[in-house]
């Protein structure tokens, strides 16, 4: 079978590259550009482990081809971080509100949180639940994760005064 030849931007660096047409996005992530922190938990869909943004939305790298990101940007849980190697705010909240236990799911958290602190100009603790709703956590009960995130909308907000 031939391959597909895409082109994006991952983390902001371009990438190209031919893909088999069935390799799904979260395999090309992890095997093609060694990109693991993105994780596979479910492979349908339902757990969020695997979040990534695709074009500044969230989307599931497990039921996404790569040749479907052709074109796009995506952004993995590696390209949060800073330019100087410094954790991100949202990484930052995590790690002090203790947002993680084992710490599978955290890379679908914080890429929902992402695209949530981008999008919402005024979270509250119970929209930040909707937001994070499609992420699964076995290990946390949730409280950790929202205070995490809320405590990162208000440093966030300090920041833009």
Known sequence: MAGIPIQLIVNGEPVSRTVEPRILLSDFIRQELGLTGT???CEHGVCGAC???VDGRTARSC?????QADGATIETVEGLATESSSLSV???AFHEAHGLQCGFC???MLMTAS???RTDGSPDRENIREAISGN?????????IVNAIFK???RQAEEQR
């Open 39 to 41: 994780h596979v938990g």
């Open 51 to 53: 979040t990534v943004l």
């Open 90 to 92: 949202v990484q930052e």
């Open 106 to 108: 955290t890379p679908g």
């Open 63 to 67: 039921l996404m081809f790569a040749a």
């Open 136 to 144: 699964l956590c076995r290990c946390t009960g949730y409280e950790t």
């Open 152 to 154: 990162a909308a208000q």
């Open 115 to 117: 695209e949530y602190l």
